[in-house]
């Protein structure tokens, strides 16, 4: 049962009434009528409630940092504005470990009494704390939500919140840039959690297959945690995208710690796959390491796409909150050198504000469990992240997403985009798409790439003198006029027909060379296609 702990806020002295004045007794009296005929009784003026919070956060990383700070600073603003009702947190690290997060979990409802908990950056964490939660019937906001909602996720979690969109909609957006620059073929880069982490892999494919790409190769990066020689693990592994069997240049980055990260793109950049026609691509978690990497980071990372959350920072709230949150940074974690709050710092910070609301509407009389988490389903407002509407434990309105491109020592926008419409050059969309555009399934603005590139990159390897592309040509048909192998005097293979002279046309208009050779095939069609399919050469 949810309780909220009360302490005295002033109590009265002992008096013998038979040695009182009477003019004492008679005030005596009379304060003690007004304080009985007062709205909710004299309770709420001479008592302060104290309402517990639990937090489990990677205390030691950058976002754990981000989060604490923003938590504090939002339980000040209400504890200063509250005369008969405090806020206390409580702090538990999670060693991003989903076993100590759901042990951090017990610890705070049983020895601390807390009525709320929050945190959980990993979608394998909060489904252990919200476990924990449904035990022990305290209502659990995360900030993480699975990649694929499991089924009757509401009756197995009934006191789950998630404060976090699913990642869906970050890889449509990424499947969205794929299709707008007509790549073909990708490989996906991810460190391999401890935990898992295969829903994001199966929604890129599914999303992929609906733009007509696919997934040609799987880069898996071992553990950070795990390997004595980050640089040469990293190594190991990007050595196989020089194999002839993967032709693809279009690198997206589902998920990597931050070590990880610097390790790989410094690596990629030595071995020559980052700029020089390469693409990469990365997800709102590894983008948001941009914002705190030096610029040697930076210079290896140039010319990659990154998918970031978007929030208007232009608001009187959010430069308050940006005030108070660089003075209390700075004064804790002066060694972190870059002092500006993330989109996970806002989501911390209106995750209180949930609470805060939720405890407004609560009525004295009903203080159970049930009745907080009902208020917390019930709460809508605008916070520092954006629109908080919850229902059936989840938010019901759209992210809006950005794209960035790292440029020079940092990165700038490039467009926005929102799953019911697409591409917008415009952070707000009226109903029914976005005012300013005319075509929704392509980037607005002009991208400039690593080199000065004049032309979007082609994704994939360009063929070279001594690695040819090659082209099967039926051997044997019944339509010379369109294709037509035959033998000079000298035994050399030509290839003549209006289907030869179209694909030499359009190669002579190319802005690139490509080397090219022509295999005569004297099998069926059917068997042809499929060689072709399957990179077979004959």
């Known amino acids: 049962m949810?309780?909220?702990?009360?302490?005295?806020?002033?109590?009265?002295?002992?008096?013998?009434?038979?040695?009182?004045?009477?003019?004492?007794?008679?005030?005596?009296?009379?304060?003690?009528?007004?304080?009985?005929?007062?709205?909710?009784?004299?309770?709420?003026?001479?008592?302060?409630?104290?309402?517990?919070?639990?937090?489990?956060?990677?205390?030691?990383?950058?976002?754990?940092?981000?989060?604490?700070?923003?938590?504090?600073?939002?339980?000040?603003?209400?504890?200063?504005?509250?005369?008969?009702?405090?806020?206390?947190?409580?702090?538990?690290?999670?060693?991003?470990?989903?076993?100590?997060?759901a042990l951090a979990a017990k610890k705070l409802i049983e020895e601390d009494e807390v009525e709320v908990i929050i945190g959980m950056e990993r979608w394998e964490e909060a489904a252990l704390v919200a476990d924990i939660g449904s035990q022990f019937k305290v209502p659990v906001i995360s900030f993480s939500a699975p990649a694929i909602t499991p089924p009757l996720a509401s009756s197995r979690w009934p006191f789950l919140i998630r404060m976090a969109h699913s990642d869906s909609n970050q890889i449509k957006c990424i499947a969205a840039v794929i299709q707008s620059y007509n790549w073909r073929r990708v490989v996906t880069v991810y460190e391999d959690y401890a935990y898992g982490g295969d829903g994001m892999l199966a929604l890129l494919s599914k999303a992929l297959q609906d733009v007509g790409s696919e997934i040609e190769y799987n880069l898996v990066l071992p553990p950070f945690s795990f390997v004595s020689d980050p640089k040469d693990a990293v190594q190991e592994e990007l050595t196989k995208l020089l194999s002839e069997k993967i032709q693809s240049r279009v690198f997206i980055v589902l998920q990597s710690s931050l070590p990880m990260m610097i390790h790989l793109f410094r690596e990629a950049?030595?071995?020559?796959?980052?700029?020089?026609?390469?693409?990469?691509?990365?997800?709102?978690?590894?983008?948001?390491?941009?914002?705190?990497?030096?610029?040697?980071?930076?210079?290896?990372?140039?010319?990659?796409?990154?998918?970031?959350?978007?929030?208007?920072?232009?608001?009187?709230?959010?430069?308050?909150?940006?005030?108070?949150?660089?003075?209390?940074?700075?004064?804790?974690?002066?060694?972190?050198?870059?002092?500006?709050?993330?989109?996970?710092?806002?989501?911390?910070?209106?995750?209180?504000?949930?609470i805060t609301q939720a405890m407004d509407r609560l009525s004295s009389?009903?203080?159970?469990?049930?009745?907080?988490?009902?208020?917390?389903?019930?709460?809508?407002?605008?916070?520092?992240?954006?629109?908080?509407?919850?229902?059936?434990?989840?938010?019901?309105?759209?992210?809006?997403l950005r794209i960035v491109i790292v440029v020079g020592r940092g990165y700038r926008e490039l467009d926005f985009w929102i799953p019911e419409f697409g591409f917008s050059n415009q952070p707000v969309v009226a109903k029914g798409g976005a005012e300013n555009s005319t075509d929704a399934t392509r980037l607005k603005r002009p991208v400039i790439w690593p080199g000065d590139l004049q032309r979007n990159p082609k994704g994939w390897l360009m063929p070279t003198d001594t690695k040819r592309m090659i082209i099967g040509v039926p051997g044997r048909t019944s339509f010379e006029k369109f294709v037509k192998v035959s033998t000079n005097d000298a035994g050399k293979e030509e290839y003549n027909g209006f289907c030869i002279e179209l694909f030499r046309k359009v190669r002579e208009v190319l802005g690139y060379d490509l080397p090219y050779q022509f295999v005569p095939y004297n099998g069926t069609y059917d068997d042809l296609v499929h060689h072709v399919y399957n990179k077979v050469r004959t």
């Open 269 to 354: 950049k030595k071995m020559g796959l980052v700029g020089n026609d390469m693409v990469w691509i990365l997800t709102d978690r590894v983008t948001s390491f941009l914002d705190i990497v030096n610029t040697s980071v930076i210079h290896s990372m140039e010319g990659a796409l990154g998918i970031k959350n978007y929030y208007y920072d232009n608001t009187s709230s959010y430069q308050t909150f940006l005030t108070q949150f660089r003075q209390k940074f700075i004064s804790e974690y002066p060694e972190e050198g870059y002092y500006e709050p993330g989109f996970y710092a806002l989501r911390a910070h209106d995750s209180i504000a949930i």
């Open 2 to 101: 949810m309780c909220f702990k009360e302490t005295a806020l002033m109590t009265f002295p002992i008096f013998t009434f038979n040695k009182l004045p009477k003019l004492w007794l008679l005030l005596l009296v009379a304060a003690s009528f007004l304080v009985t005929t007062l709205p909710h009784g004299g309770k709420d003026i001479y008592d302060s409630k104290v309402t517990n919070i639990g937090a489990i956060i990677d205390i030691n990383s950058r976002t754990g940092k981000e989060e604490k700070t923003a938590m504090e600073i939002a339980v000040r603003k209400f504890n200063n504005g509250s005369p008969n009702h405090k806020l206390s947190l409580y702090f538990q690290d999670s060693r991003s470990s989903p076993l100590q997060a």
């Open 365 to 400: 009389n009903t203080s159970s469990p049930k009745s907080f988490l009902d208020n917390i389903f019930t709460t809508s407002f605008v916070g520092l992240s954006g629109e908080i509407n919850v229902k059936a434990g989840k938010l019901l309105h759209s992210p809006m």
